[in-house]
């Protein structure tokens, strides 16, 4: 059982470049999220899925895209990359809840816009 | 704004002593209170969670503390080991959930 898994582990990009965070997780969630955390913040919830086909906003979604095809993969597109993005990033899913629920985070990705 | 915040970075305890991590909230409209920890190079893995309508639960050594009238919730871990080093998080949600930015505990054998 590998729970929620993100590739790749760190990356650099380059002013404009665009990339996707990929995102997977085994354990038939309904719910998934992606967070930024930069340094000496809290995690910041970007966009969230309550299943496949559906997604929203969560608190800092400018310069990010997602979707959701499967239940299983919730990958997070950045267009045209900024130095303000250089963050690291967190998946996570849960099965029901949002808010009132444990959510199992993955090993996040470590992103650098230079 | 930060609606939950952690105000000590760090803290360094004994081994066996007793770890007590502060989180404060502003937002009266939370009910539901998480605790995280995080070692390097993972990710979060839930710790303890409170609901508001309770003041205490207990999970073997660990233990939260909520205080509404103060917006305030503690972590008391007992006895601290060497393996609770890490970073802990709060959270707090209501409609949405809110992430302080985490305390680095060190406990020393």
């Known amino acids: 059982n590998a729970g929620v898994t993100q590739t790749p582990k760190f990356r650099i990009l380059k002013i404009g470049q665009s990339m996707t965070l990929q995102c997977t997780q085994d354990?038939?969630?309904?719910?998934m999220y992606w967070y930024r955390q930069d340094p000496g913040m809290g995690l910041k919830l970007i966009y969230y899925s309550v299943g496949a086909g559906i997604t929203d906003k969560g608190e800092v979604p400018n310069g990010y895209n997602v979707s959701r095809s499967t239940t299983e993969d919730f990958p997070l597109r950045l267009e045209l990359a900024a130095p303000s993005q250089t963050s690291v990033y967190f998946c996570?899913?849960?099965?029901?809840?949002?808010?009132?629920?444990?959510?199992?985070f993955g090993p996040g990705t470590r992103l650098l816009v230079l | 704004d930060q609606q939950v915040k952690q105000n000590s970075p760090s803290l360094s305890v004994q081994e066996g002593r007793i770890s007590i991590l502060n989180c404060d909230y502003t937002n009266s409209m939370f009910d539901y209170f998480l605790w995280y920890k995080k070692y390097p190079a993972e990710g979060p893995t839930f710790l303890i969670s409170i609901s508001s309508i309770k003041d205490k639960n207990e999970d073997g050594r660990f233990t939260v503390f909520l205080n509404k009238s103060a917006k305030h919730l503690s972590l008391h871990i007992v006895p601290s080991q060497p393996g609770d080093s890490a970073v802990y998080f709060c959270a707090a949600s209501a409609i949405d959930m809110r992430f302080g930015a985490g305390t680095r505990l060190t406990v020393k054998p």
């Open positions: 354990m038939n969630h309904n719910y």
């Open positions: 996570a899913s849960s099965y029901s809840n949002r808010v009132k629920e444990t959510q199992y």
